[in-house]
């Protein structure tokens, strides 16, 4: 009996050992790993008020760590599809990047609060390992960026940001990011249509 028991613990043992690994939200950039990489398109969701359809871009990247297998997922590109004439296309043109977040910009409409027409798309992005770790994770330094509701001319508004705080869209036009970036709190104004900033201002300090 001793020996059964002892016997199935070792087999646990091992099994935690040796058992796959899953992890979310990191892109390993080690170059001595033996990492393989599938990418995937994901459910399609309706932007609405609008022809487009947008899907995540992930990937699923596979290594060995010490004794055991990985497998890291997270997202890396969005695909937008018209339903118009059923071109395609993908928001940035490569997947080097890991997108952390994303949500749609749009008024919400009383009584059911919900957004009926979207003006636009925001995006929390990595874009470079700040913390020289070998991997994109949400512990770097984040990009926030901005498009158009189809997808189109991405770009970055601000850099640098250690963790966002909150957004606001107060009216059609403007839309408010409140981060902080260097141990300091700050707000940034960004004009929806041209994916400007307007302004950034400090925030008052704590202490």
């Known amino acids: ?11 646990r043992i091992y099994q935690e050992l040796f058992r796959e690994r899953h992890v979310g939200d990191i892109v390993n950039l080690e170059t001595d790993s033996d990492i393989k990489v599938q990418f995937n398109l994901n459910s399609f969701e309706v ?22 297998e990985k497998e890291a997922a997270s997202i890396r590109n969005f695909l937008f599809f018209n339903t118009s004439d059923q071109s395609a296309w993908k928001l940035i043109p490569n997947n080097n990047s890991l997108f952390v977040s994303y949500q749609t910009l749009g008024l919400s409409t009383p009584p059911e609060n919900v957004i009926k027409k979207v003006q636009g798309i925001w995006y929390e992005v990595v874009t470079a390992d700040s913390d020289g770790d070998k991997r994109l994770t949400a512990s770097d330094r ?22 966002v705080l909150g957004t606001h ?28 900033v307007v302004v950034t201002k400090p925030l008052p300090p704590l202490e």
């Open 1 to 11: 009996m001793t020996f059964s028991i002892l016997g199935y613990a070792a087999y």
């Open 169 to 196: 869209q107060p009216n059609e036009a403007t839309f408010l990011v409140f981060y902080t970036s260097d141990a300091k709190n700050f707000v940034t104004e960004i004009n929806i249509p041209t994916r400007k």
């Open 142 to 163: 984040k990009t926030i960026a901005v498009s158009d509701f189809a997808g189109k001319n991405y770009t970055e508004v601000i850099r640098q940001v250690d963790q």
């Open 47 to 68: 932007i609405k008020g609008t022809p487009y359809l947008m899907s995540t871009i992930s990937s699923q990247q596979n290594y060995r760590q010490s004794y055991y």
